[in-house]
């Protein structure tokens, strides 16, 4: 490895990453203040969604930019990548549990069963160089399952709200279409180009968080304890 400030390997892939980052970041602090004002809690599995997220995206940047491309999973913070990933594979089991509207101790067993799962995923992860398809295995499922908990709510209320969540859900499946599928417009790499349409799905899952929160308050139908 021979980092430098002044090259990155995959700038468009790193920049890109680096920015998914920082809107990660910001819509974090947003659904942390609008909880706070809201006077409730923030909910930790949309927390942990938006932190795992840019976290990877973090890191993701950092061995875009500073490691040559065969070098790449070799590195600590792909890894760590890989972690964070499977994190937020976590955060939408639980999330899937709660709109599901699962019985507490459904959910309960849930969590932990996932939390238990990650442990012995990070032991794997960390014990040897892997690919980006480790982190897909583990992350597409618990995605599908968080699909199929917002479309049903669509299904029983036709709420705007929900509708924005599903719509939210099918662009990262546009975006995991395009990173597979190796798709580019023009200059932008199909790396570069995932990462802007999960920057968008992003947002307007966040906005999702924030109106699900607001029905946590009201005691609204789709807002069933977490």
């Not at 490895?1 to 990155?8: A, E, G, I, K, Y």
């Not at 964070?84 to 069963?113: D, E, H, K, P």
């Not at 160089?129 to 029983?156: D, H, N, W």
Request: with cysteine; charged share 10%.
């Amino acid at each position: 490895m021979n980092p430098s400030l002044f090259h990155l390997y995959e700038s468009d892939v790193s920049l890109t990453d680096f920015a998914l980052t920082v809107e990660c970041t910001i819509l974090t602090i947003w659904l942390w203040i609008r909880s706070r004002k809201l006077g409730t809690t923030p909910d930790k599995w949309f927390m942990l969604l938006f932190l795992s997220s840019g976290a990877a995206s973090f890191a993701g940047g950092m061995v875009h930019g500073f490691w040559p491309p065969h070098a790449q999973t070799d590195s600590l913070l792909w890894s760590f990548t890989l972690l964070s990933l499977g994190a937020s594979g976590v955060s939408c089991w639980n999330l899937g549990a709660r709109f599901f509207q699962l019985s507490a101790y459904s959910r309960n067993f849930i969590a932990t069963t996932t939390l238990l799962l990650f442990g012995f995923y990070g032991i794997y992860v960390i014990s040897a160089p892997r690919k980006f398809e480790v982190a897909i295995l583990a992350y597409l499922p618990a995605v599908l399952f968080l699909t199929g908990s917002v479309a049903r709510q669509f299904l029983l209320s036709k709420s705007r709200q929900s509708s924005l969540g599903l719509w939210a859900l099918a662009l990262t499946f546009v975006a995991a279409f395009i990173q597979q599928g190796k798709i580019e417009i023009g200059p932008v790499g199909h790396n570069a180009l995932y990462h802007l349409v999960q920057g968008f799905a992003l947002f307007q899952f966040a906005v999702f968080a924030a109106r699900v929160d607001k029905d946590r308050t009201s005691g609204g139908a789709a807002a069933s304890s977490p």
